[in-house]
């Protein structure tokens, strides 16, 4: 039954995927001018938590769309991205330039989410095809 409510996420999960890391991208690319602007008083009052938010959209992003995609390569792809993610976003914390893997990882998770989304496209015309 608790299946049920998320089937909607599940059925879109790479377009969330998609989404969350954009939104995670211009985040990372927008703050340094917010706080470059503001004199690095705005660096202060960031909410952590619009991290965390990202790594957390991510992970039902990937858990969806990995168990929807039949091609390995993907799942590994997108597994290893979000791990790679994850991790420096925790790890930002005490090593600064670990938030670059922030941009690889999100691109990465862009990249997995996009070929799964085509190869589910083309997975729904060949069965379309199939039954006509």
């Given at each position: 039954?608790?299946?049920?409510?998320?089937?909607?996420?599940?059925?879109?999960?790479?377009?969330?995927?998609?989404?969350?890391?954009?939104?995670?991208?211009?985040?990372?690319l927008?703050?340094?001018?917010l706080?470059?602007?503001?004199?690095?008083?705005l660096?202060?009052?960031?909410p952590?938590?619009?991290d965390?938010?990202?790594?957390?959209?991510a992970?039902?992003?990937v858990?969806?769309?990995?168990?929807?995609?039949?091609?390995?390569?993907?799942?590994l792809?997108?597994?290893?991205?979000w791990?790679?993610?994850?991790?420096?976003?925790?790890?930002?914390a005490?090593f600064?330039p670990?938030?670059?893997?922030m941009?690889v990882?999100?691109?990465?998770?862009?990249?997995?989410?996009?070929?799964?989304?085509?190869?589910?496209?083309?997975?729904?015309?060949?069965?379309?095809?199939?039954?006509?």
């Amino acid at each position: 039954m608790a299946l049920m409510k998320f089937s909607g996420i599940a059925q879109k999960s790479d377009w969330v995927g998609i989404f969350s890391s954009v939104g995670c991208i211009l985040h990372c690319l927008v703050m340094p001018v917010l706080v470059y602007l503001s004199g690095s008083a705005l660096h202060r009052n960031e909410p952590e938590w619009l991290d965390y938010l990202f790594v957390g959209l991510a992970a039902v992003a990937v858990y969806y769309s990995v168990r929807q995609s039949h091609l390995l390569g993907v799942r590994l792809l997108l597994i290893f991205a979000w791990l790679l993610f994850s991790l420096s976003v925790i790890l930002q914390a005490v090593f600064p330039p670990a938030g670059l893997l922030m941009y690889v990882g999100s691109v990465a998770l862009i990249t997995g989410h996009v070929i799964n989304l085509r190869h589910c496209r083309q997975c729904r015309v060949h069965k379309h095809r199939m039954a006509a």
